[in-house]
């Protein structure tokens, strides 16, 4: 149903969030009570467990950190978020996109550096999503994130290479260093450590594709451990682990470099948010009857950074792979997050001397894995396709991160998109219709007209300094929607010569592109120039030599038609030249001021139009039938259209002479097709005006178009839909009648959805005048 026009998008604006979104999230915390759904969020918990108790146990291990924190932040997180997030399927906790970033930042600032990042973190996605402001983060270009997750997914593999090789790392953490590291170190390399990490990489990558339902971490975790305790292979394990949860500690503050170190966080805040967005929104597609709400997601992702920070963990974000497990685990509420955690804690309590045995090895291989998996070729292969540009966004980000650092490959991207985006929005068109006509010249202008601009317009001045200097000259600004001082400076320049020695008019003009002229110290004697249409043109024209023609306009409009639009329809004309299958039976004025395609926004084969003065419609008894009923059996019968519109206008010609008591003089053949109306405006008042006649014989004329067989037939089906129209020229507002009102309400709006009971009698409607055969037309 379409919404009323003071809310015609479905889109909720941006609101303040007091009290953390509370009072939206207790209906949510009373179902965690109720025992509906219990079981498939107990087996949907348990199943994202087994996934990611290995997972944060590697990720914890690939952030610099023991492996165990990455437990203890699964666990924080799932509950935190859960409770507070705005996607209730959502699983939060480590990812291998932050690990790297996290990793980085022990590297520089050590743990207390990271607490302040993770706080720092979580209180800008919480104040973030408070101010309503998440779809901000949005704006992050896509070819960026994409050029990020795989420069990040390439670090991550070359970090972890000097552990799949069994030899220690180097000092430094930087790609090269490790790449240099590595070829020194390449002969101490231990096969053992390099069987497992292959196996381990191998089942984790290779699972998911023949047994898609288990979790192939855990396997493979479980079988390089099983394996190495079998053979009795001498490889470092991870030892024994803590039992008890660390204390909540606030961090000691840095005597200096806190310039890098809140960049950091900011990365990760990006990063972390844009992430946990996107889970979401995929998350709630998923589920039946789930929510997706950005700036809630980003209040409770916020709340559980805080809370993983203050207990000694690492940032975490919305784990896509994760979430979807959930969803198609069969979760239902925010109750599998919870259990999913608390599986964790049991886990960590009662199997950390088995969680010991595990090899650094198998946990390297499941890293590898992530990073593989990070890398996405296909991405950018889809950008090259669709543009190389994007595709470029795409490799300066990547290389940033990968050669450079993190920070510095979002700047870059972000950089490269917006100068991208700033040379097509100042992306403008010019040029000289060369028409072979006596009428003036016509240079078609396009696009913003910015600074952007200069060596188009240059060409433009060349050419125009060649021009023939007895013609006029038309400049065409009805595709040009800005101008700013720069542009205003050259158009300025380009025309002031041809201003000096002969007719110059400036046509279409928007009001913001006038004033940019105006406001130019020389832009006042350009006033006088501008046109708002072609009927302005050949006004301002008349009694100049060579002044324009109607053929002189149509040539032009031909020619622009030729340069601008056809190329943008080049696919859909190559299947009209096929057939047609229109929608729509559109029958209307033949005025002038009325252009169906104009006001629908509709392309070519949408509508199938009938046009004639005052939108009249015999009846089938008429004599003058054929002239309508032709295309409405046509229409019906072959093309198959659905729905038929008639639509009346205001100031319309025949309406007036209509309602005159004298027919108009001159013309028979107008005055024998207007007396197929004459009819139909009985039961007017005497006061009428030809807005009330429109109204009225639009509806009389759509009661007699059922007077055709074709369109009864089907209307009584069900297989076709009456609509009555009113365009009001003035306001180039369309007006359609409502049956249950009796009203005529702007196309669009709201209106009630029950059938009143009584049909007729409204706005004089009653069948007063309409032949017999219509009397008993059903009720449109």
């Known amino acids: 149903m379409l919404l009323n026009s003071s809310s015609r998008l479905n889109v909720r604006p941006p609101a303040m969030r007091p009290g953390f979104g509370l009072g939206e999230l207790l209906p949510h915390w009373k179902a965690l009570f109720s025992p509906r759904h219990l079981k498939g969020d107990v087996l949907a918990g348990l199943r994202v467990a087994a996934v990611a108790i290995p997972l944060s146990l590697a990720l914890g291990l690939a952030s610099g950190v023991s492996p165990e924190v990455g437990l203890l932040s699964a666990m924080i997180a799932g509950v935190v978020c859960a409770l507070f997030g705005g996607t209730s399927l959502l699983i939060s906790g480590p990812a291998a996109a932050l690990a790297v970033l996290i990793a980085s930042s022990v590297g520089q600032y050590g743990l207390g550096g990271l607490i302040i990042i993770g706080l720092g973190v979580g209180l800008l996605q919480v104040i973030t999503g408070m101010l309503g402001l998440g779809r901000v983060i949005r704006a992050v270009p896509m070819p960026v994130v994409s050029g990020f997750t795989a420069g990040i997914g390439t670090v991550l593999f070359i970090w972890q290479l000097p552990r799949a090789l069994g030899v220690s790392p180097p000092d430094e953490n930087h790609v090269f260093d490790v790449l240099v590291h590595l070829g020194q170190l390449l002969d101490q390399a231990r096969p053992v450590t390099v069987f497992l990490t292959l196996v381990t990489m191998g089942l984790t990558l290779g699972l998911p594709k023949v047994m898609p339902r288990m979790p192939a971490p855990l396997i493979a975790v479980a079988f390089s451990t099983l394996t190495a305790w079998a053979l009795s292979l001498s490889v470092q394990t991870l030892g024994m682990l803590p039992h008890a949860l660390p204390q909540v500690s606030l961090p000691s503050l840095p005597a200096s470099g806190w310039g890098s170190l809140l960049s950091t966080a900011f990365v990760i805040f990006a990063l972390s948010s844009l992430a946990s967005m996107m889970s979401g929104r995929v998350v709630a597609s998923m589920g039946a009857g789930q929510r997706h709400d950005a700036d809630q997601d980003l209040v409770g992702l916020g709340l559980g950074n805080i809370a993983v920070s203050l207990l000694g963990g690492i940032p975490v974000t919305g784990a896509l792979a994760r979430s979807v497990l959930n969803v198609q685990a069969g979760a239902h509420t925010r109750r599998a997050s919870i259990i999913q955690a608390l599986a964790i804690l049991v886990a960590v309590l009662l199997f950390t001397p088995l969680l010991g045995h595990v090899p650094i090895a198998a946990l390297t291989g499941v890293l590898l894995a992530l990073a593989v998996r990070m890398l996405h070729p296909q991405d950018l292969i889809t950008l090259w396709k669709a543009s190389h540009l994007e595709a470029g966004v795409f490799l300066v980000t990547y290389l940033a991160v990968v050669l450079v650092d993190f920070a510095a490959g979002v700047q870059a991207g972000i950089l490269a998109a917006l100068a991208i985006a700033v040379v097509r929005l100042g992306r403008s068109q010019t040029g000289l219709l060369q028409l072979e006509t006596p009428g003036p010249y016509r240079f078609l202008l396009s696009g913003p007209l910015t600074f952007l601009s200069s060596a188009k317009l240059e060409t433009l001045r060349t050419e125009a300094e060649a021009l023939d200097p007895s013609r006029s000259v038309v400049f065409d600004l009805s595709d040009v929607p800005s101008v700013d001082a720069s542009g205003a400076e050259l158009l300025t320049d380009v025309m002031r010569p041809l201003v000096a020695n002969r007719p110059v008019v400036i046509q279409g003009a928007r009001e913001e592109v006038q004033r940019a002229i105006l406001r130019h110290p020389r832009g006042a004697r350009f006033e006088p120039l501008f046109a708002v249409s072609e009927a302005d043109v050949v006004a301002k024209l008349k009694g100049t030599a060579l002044s324009a023609s109607s053929r002189d306009r149509l040539v032009h409009g031909v020619e622009r038609f ?145 007077s055709n067989d074709s369109l009864r037939r089907k209307f009584e089906a069900g297989e076709v839909k009456l609509h009555a129209w009113f365009y009001d020229v003035a306001s180039s507002e369309v007006l359609e009648f409502n049956e249950v009102t009796r009203t005529w309400n702007p196309l669009g709006t709201q209106v009630p959805s029950e059938r009143a009971s009584d049909t007729n009698g409204a706005d004089g409607v009653d069948g007063a005048g309409v032949p017999a055969q219509a009397e008993s037309a059903p009720s449109i």
């Open 562 to 706: 030729r340069q601008r639009q056809r190329p943008q329809y080049e696919s859909l004309f190559g299947q009209l030249a096929h057939g047609q299958k229109p929608h729509t039976l559109l029958i209307t004025c033949c005025d002038s001021r009325i252009s169906p395609n104009l006001i629908t926004s509709t392309d070519p084969g949408e509508l199938f139009i009938v046009r004639n003065i005052g939108n009249l419609v015999p009846h089938a008894s008429s004599p003058l039938a054929p002239a309508v009923s032709s295309a409405i059996e046509y229409s019906l019968e072959v093309l198959g259209v659905s729905d038929v519109i008639v639509c009346g206008h205001s100031a319309c010609g025949a309406m007036k002479a209509l309602l005159s008591p004298k027919p108009p003089e001159g013309v028979p053949g107008v005055v024998t097709w207007l007396a197929e109306g004459k009819a139909s405006l009985q039961g007017l008042p005497p006061d009428a005006t030809p807005e009330d006649a429109a109204k009225h014989n639009a509806l009389v004329q759509l009661r007699h178009a059922l």
